[in-house]
């Protein structure tokens, strides 16, 4: 029985464990505000000039934002002077 009980308690310490982690890898996503070749701005959650933002050249913050709804912002403050429109995903 304690043998057992040893087990769970371990089991549920590593699931806690993992749970905690989770949060800090998130915490290193950046959002970019984009404008694209054709003037299409976009807030994306990779590096412009990466293979999957192939294309797209950051017009906002250079370091990115922390969170989408700040890069949401940025976007609609600078979007009429940069964009020719803009792409929701």
Do not use: N
């Amino acid at each position: 029985m304690r043998k057992l009980i040893a087990t769970s308690v371990l089991a549920s310490g590593v699931l806690v464990a993992a749970g905690l982690a989770a949060p800090a890898l998130a915490a290193g996503e950046k959002y970019f505000v984009t404008v694209d070749t054709v003037g299409m701005c976009s807030v994306i959650l990779d590096k412009p000039g990466t293979a999957l933002s192939a294309g797209k050249t950051s017009i906002g913050a250079a370091a990115g934002y922390d969170t989408m709804d700040a890069a949401k912002t940025a976007l609609a403050e600078i979007k009429d002077e940069k964009c020719e429109g803009v792409v929701v995903g």
